[in-house]
């Protein structure tokens, strides 16, 4: 049973993994590629989007398996056999507890070490690539602003480079605005400075005090950017990326530095062990909704919707005690209810399931002849 739930959970996790990896890929396309991105910068952010993906999918793919299985063995009276040669329910959910803890352990390599190593990673090539020449400047058709106070607009962008009917507006000195209109412009990189090269175009310098304006027309004219483009150092760190330990340990430090309060980043820490839990009540929810299910030209197509509607109850309950526990720090072990409200579930249903049949009713002719 244990190999049959692993061999259905790969089935089922590649192909949730594959829907929401691609659903992620085509944003993160309009985003990198259609902005003039390499498609190596694409791989490159799909790949660290994976482990968050994974984790997002691994309790559903757990659930998918368990009663997958349990159906398949029920249709094949695999069940019955088994039970006829005096397993009980219990019994027989020994393997999928063994299969829950397997994914369970995968999910906290996963919400421990993978994904907050990623997300760490996504950020730091998110900002490398926003603090880029290309990603904060050369954009066709689109009103940028580089910086405070500065406004960028370019037509077009030939394969050379030219940059074609610029517009810069430059409005940092205070009590004066400068913009520039450019029929042609070009970037000219030195060693420590990079310049803006505009040919065939006009400086219009308005003093806000006088309202007075002036007009200079040019030839050729260069403006330094470098300050526009200057790396403005390493990205602050969120607490989804911060290690648990050190969201454990110094809790009130993290939460000043991410700017959180102390309990969104317990609920961050916490959240990392109940993840891996979650896997392990799904799949024995699936199982044991299914336990419960007696003979039915119909099949077991009610017993597979419950078990649907109990694990987005327990979903649900891990959204609802979100908020207090945000509000209020010492509120951190409700992060736990929803998986002992799963396996107090699973226990109930399992306890049906191993009910022994009620003894028949004694004819009333047995009853009378006593």
């Known amino acids: 049973m244990l190999s049959q739930l692993m061999v259905l959970f790969g089935f089922f996790a590649l192909v949730l993994v594959l829907v929401y990896w691609v659903n992620r890929a085509v944003s993160l396309f309009d985003e990198l590629v259609a902005d003039g991105h390499s498609g190596g910068i694409f791989l490159e952010f799909t790949a660290l989007s994976l482990p968050a993906v994974v984790a997002i999918v691994l309790p559903m793919a757990a659930f998918g398996a368990a009663v997958y299985v349990t159906n398949r063995m029920s249709n094949d009276s695999e069940i019955n056999v088994v039970q006829a040669a005096g397993l009980s329910p219990w019994r027989m959910a020994r393997p999928v507890l063994v299969f829950g803890t397997i994914i369970g352990v995968m999910m906290a390599i996963l919400t421990h070490v993978l994904v907050p190593a990623s997300i760490a990673q996504l950020r730091l090539r998110e900002s490398e690539i926003s603090e880029s020449l290309s990603a904060r400047l050369l954009h066709e058709g689109t009103f940028?602003?580089?910086?405070?106070?500065?406004?960028?607009?370019?037509?077009?962008?030939?394969?050379?480079?030219?940059?074609?009917?610029?517009?810069?507006?430059?409005?940092?000195?205070?009590?004066?605005?400068?913009?520039?209109?450019?029929?042609?412009?070009?970037?000219?990189?030195?060693?420590?400075?990079?310049?803006?090269?505009?040919?065939?175009?006009?400086?219009?310098?308005?003093?806000?005090?006088?309202?007075?304006?002036?007009?200079?027309?040019?030839?050729e004219l260069t403006y330094d950017i470098t300050e526009l483009i200057a790396a403005q150092g390493p990205p602050t760190r969120r607490a989804r990326q911060v290690p648990t330990w050190e969201l454990l340990t110094d809790t009130q430090a993290v939460a000043e530095?991410?700017?959180?309060?102390?309990?969104?980043?317990?609920?961050?820490?916490?959240?990392?062990?109940?993840?891996?839990?979650?896997c392990i009540v799904a799949a024995l929810i699936g199982y044991a909704t299914l336990m419960t299910a007696s003979y039915s030209r119909f099949g077991v197509t009610r017993q597979v919707v419950g078990a649907i509607f109990l694990l987005v109850?327990?979903?649900?309950?891990?959204?609802?005690?979100?908020?207090?526990?945000?509000?209020?720090?010492?509120?951190?072990?409700?992060?736990?209810?929803?998986?002992?409200?799963?396996?107090?579930?699973?226990?109930?249903?399992?306890?049906?399931?191993?009910?022994?049949?009620?003894?028949?009713?004694?004819?009333?002719?047995?009853?009378?002849?006593?």
Not at 258 to 269: N, Q, T
Not at 339 to 365: D, N, W
């Open 144 to 219: 940028l602003h580089p910086v405070r106070g500065v406004t960028v607009y370019i037509r077009d962008i030939t394969p050379e480079g030219e940059l074609q009917d610029l517009f810069l507006s430059d409005r940092r000195n205070e009590g004066r605005a400068v913009t520039y209109t450019a029929r042609t412009a070009y970037i000219l990189r030195g060693d420590d400075q990079t310049r803006l090269a505009m040919v065939e175009g006009m400086a219009q310098t308005l003093n806000l005090e006088t309202q007075r304006l002036s007009t200079t027309n040019f030839d």
């Open 257 to 278: 530095e991410v700017d959180d309060s102390v309990g969104e980043v317990l609920e961050e820490a916490h959240m990392r062990f109940q993840q891996p839990l979650l």
């Open 313 to 370: 109850l327990v979903k649900l309950v891990e959204s609802v005690i979100a908020d207090p526990v945000r509000a209020n720090a010492a509120l951190w072990p409700a992060i736990y209810l929803p998986s002992v409200l799963g396996l107090a579930m699973t226990g109930l249903l399992l306890h049906r399931a191993s009910r022994p049949f009620r003894p028949a009713r004694r004819s009333a002719s047995t009853e009378a002849a006593a």
